[in-house]
């Protein structure tokens, strides 16, 4: 940073607000050592940022390899072994180090202590343990790449008994799943801690904002569910090295139970991706419309109905599996039941619009495609939950498309959103929205160009995992690669456009878009501890009475 | 009814449903944005929740689901359930084809050959890893599992050639585990049961 921007730095904060980048948590930490010792929940969301940032672009870059190899039939650009690895390497770095851990290990990081008026996190030295984990977990995964006999081949959900045969390096890749999965927990674990015991005094249940909300409906689901998916991932390693049998319908074991084990786990796991993504959007539609959220104890009995019935349709992945026919009939029944609550959601999202007074930007923006995207990916469950027409879309692109609409348009743009909503209290600095809007409007294009050819595809009878096809899917796979590089260029945009606010270095206020919740109370960047007095609390979480009075004045002062 | 009419329908019912409801949902959306933007509209109304549209918005989903739901469902048993006279050949998938046993033990790889007119019972399982059995004209897909019997059925109702694919990831060639239907008149398929390959 050079010594004007320094300057100007300490003229915007007087030293008795000065941010948390200039004060150290604990005292006196110096140079890297105040970031990698540091017990700030503010820190560790910057030092969890820059780390998925990495992990994302990665992931994105390699999808979007994968849909070049796919634009033409026969080899493309690699071969079909560098293939099989590409889609598990991309679909654990955005299922693992992406999409599960991004907006609460980033956003819930910095924002829950604030919004419940607290100065920290629970456990602030088990919040630098995860961090750890995650790192590790990721450094574990990049070292089963270059090791063995190379990364694994077998798809995410590392389904035996492939996942056991197999000679590529599964059980280090396991193992990062495993270390990953450790961190999520220890993350929920401080934030159901923290929602109970740290909230100010006069904040009741129902005084909680809905971002911590659903990330507390979210780390109950953590806490429960991600012990399942260890255990799993731990017998499958035992089977490879110790050849158990517990799988093996030879010696009497069942293929199917690694199936539900998985699914018990990762079903519940979409709902600790798609959540904390609801909650960001459960924010950001009242701010710009300076109106209360339409049905506040809709949505947070909603959340909760979405984190216990979300851990009841495992099998819902398992049609074809040749479980009993009972067992699709219950699972397809409790599937449709559990659409129900997200849809309460989006009633609810479009109904704060109602009579509001809406100006666009670009987190609203962002938090719109984010409805339309995710509307299309719960529409097209509905497909797939019921069982005639799964068993034909079933492992195909169909399924491709329709979890890229909930876990990329859904949390991944609740991600975008919730980077252009906070980024200002974050970093204390706007950005320029044309470039922003550029970048949101190219990535959207884009996704609609690469993913509905997907669903066509699947219809059509393209399975997923497909290194070459037949040549009635030529059409459809080389128009997706089009809006594969669409979209990878405007969200690269948007990350640049970002990046450039550290040159530009526009100020934004405390509160820039007029929010109720307190983050938007605190200044940009907040200080080391959050709150220099205790916290005023609204009787009611949304009430915008106090911005709209502010910005009369302001119009009036004008 | 047809197994395949069936499924197709309730595609088009969930589908067609879907779509309605995407677009009233965009459209009241941008309807929002535009019509109550901050330039126009620049104070809000204090509307925080209404018990009876809520309570609408829920119930009504909820009975269009369980509709959903109760079509796909029966469109499912038409997959499950097999017409007793269906003609039954044995299925094996393996690293990386199909292979088909026919009542009189002929065996073929990569080559499913059936009368035209008569159901098909096909009881499919795997001699190494997952596989998955997909027929896409005629809806059925069902995974092979080693040491354990699953079976799909479809009836033979087109003279013609079909694609047969594999859905279950199943290692290098998973894409080139391909295999073909054909469909003939009863009397060629007899001739064809007695030729040796």
């Known amino acids: ?558 | 009814m047809d197994p395949v009419r069936g499924v197709d329908l309730a595609f088009w019912y969930i589908l067609g449903i879907s779509i309605i409801l995407l677009i009233g949902i965009t459209v009241v959306m941008i309807v929002f944005v535009i019509k109550y933007r901050r330039s126009k509209h620049p104070v809000p109304v204090d509307i925080r929740d209404n018990l009876n549209l809520e309570v609408v918005w829920t119930v009504l989903p909820t009975l269009i689901a369980l509709t959903m739901f109760w079509v796909g469902w029966q469109s499912y048993l038409g997959l499950r359930n097999v017409p007793e006279d269906a003609l039954e050949i044995d299925v094996a998938g393996q690293m990386f084809s199909w292979i088909f046993v026919y009542p009189n033990d002929k065996e073929t790889e990569n080559q499913l050959v059936v009368p035209l007119g008569r159901a098909v019972k096909l009881n499919i399982s795997s001699w190494d890893v997952l596989h998955s059995f997909y027929i896409p004209s005629y809806r059925i897909k069902v995974d092979a599992v080693r040491g354990m019997d699953t079976y799909a059925w479809f009836r033979a109702d087109k003279a013609g050639e079909y694609d047969i694919l594999c859905t279950e990831f199943c290692g290098l060639g998973h894409s080139q585990m391909v295999a073909k239907l054909r469909i003939v008149p009863e009397e060629q398929y007899l001739a064809w049961l007695e030729e040796d390959e």
């Open chain 1, 1 to 558: 940073m050079s010594t004007v921007t320094e300057h100007r730095d300490s003229q915007h904060f007087p030293a008795e607000h000065a941010s948390f980048f200039a004060t150290t948590s604990p005292p006196g930490q110096k140079g890297i050592w105040a970031w990698l010792l540091t017990h700030d929940h503010k820190r560790l969301a910057l030092m969890y940022l820059w780390a998925v940032f990495f992990w994302l672009t990665l992931a994105l870059l390699l999808g979007l390899a994968l849909r070049v190899e796919l634009m033409a039939i026969g080899e493309t650009i690699m071969p079909a072994d560098v293939y099989n690895a590409v889609f598990t390497l991309h679909g654990v770095i955005m299922i693992f180090l992406f999409v599960i851990p991004a907006i609460p290990a980033i956003f819930g990081n910095f924002m829950l202590p604030i919004q419940i008026g607290a100065d920290d996190v629970f456990f602030p030295r088990l919040n630098l343990l995860s961090w750890y984990l995650y790192m590790l977990g990721g450094a574990v995964a990049i070292v089963s790449l270059f090791t063995g006999d190379g990364f694994a081949d077998t798809g995410w959900t590392f389904y035996v008994p492939f996942s056991v045969t197999t000679e590529t390096n599964v059980s280090l890749t396991v193992s990062a799943a495993f270390i990953l999965g450790m961190s999520s927990l220890l993350t929920g674990l401080n934030f159901v801690t923290t929602v109970h015991r740290m909230r100010v005094k006069d904040m009741g249940w129902l005084q909680i904002p809905l971002f911590t909300w659903s990330l507390y409906a979210t780390a109950w689901v953590q806490i429960l569910a991600t012990p399942v998916v260890s255990i799993t991932l731990v017998l499958v390693v035992l089977e490879r090295f110790l050849n158990i049998g517990l799988f093996d319908p030879d010696r009497g074991g069942d293929p199917l139970l690694y199936q539900h084990l998985f699914w018990m786990y990762s079903h519940p796991a979409v709902y600790i991706m798609i959540l904390p993504g609801m909650g960001v959007i459960s924010e950001i539609i009242p701010v710009f419309s300076r109106k209360a959220i339409f049905g506040y104890k809709g949505i947070v009995v909603s959340s909760l109905a979405i984190a216990i019935a979300g851990s009841l349709v495992w099998a819902h992945h398992m049609y074809t599996s040749g479980m009993s026919d009972v067992s699709v009939f219950v699972f397809s029944l409790l599937t449709f039941l559990v659409a129900i609550p997200s849809a309460i959601k989006v009633f609810s999202w479009v109904s704060t619009m109602y009579k509001g007074s809406i100006l666009m930007t670009p987190p609203l923006l962002l938090a719109l495609v984010f409805i339309y995207l995710f509307t299309v990916g719960g529409l097209t469950g509905l497909v797939i939950g019921a069982a005639g027409t799964n068993i034909h879309v079933h492992d195909t692109h169909f399924i491709v498309a329709h979890f890229h609409f909930t876990m990329f348009g859904g949390t991944g743009f609740a991600f975008f959103a919730a980077l252009h909503f906070w980024w200002p209290k974050m970093f204390g600095l706007m950005y320029n929205f044309k470039r922003a809007y550029l970048g949101a409007i190219l990535a959207t294009v884009g996704f609609i160009f690469h993913y509905v050819p997907m669903f066509i595809l699947g219809m059509q009878g393209m399975p997923r995992r497909y290194f070459d096809y037949l040549p009635q899917f030529e059409t459809g796979n080389f128009l997706a690669g089009f809006g594969g590089i669409l979209l990878v260029a405007g969200i690269l945009l948007m990350f640049v456009n970002l990046w450039l606010s550290f040159v530009s270095r526009e100020r934004a206020e405390g509160d820039p878009w007029g929010g109720t919740t307190l983050e938007w109370a605190v200044p940009s960047p907040p200080p080391v501890h959050n709150f220099i007095d205790v916290p005023r609390i609204l009787d009611y979480p949304y009430d915008f009475s106090e911005v709209l009075r502010r910005a009369a004045e302001r119009e009036k002062g004008n």
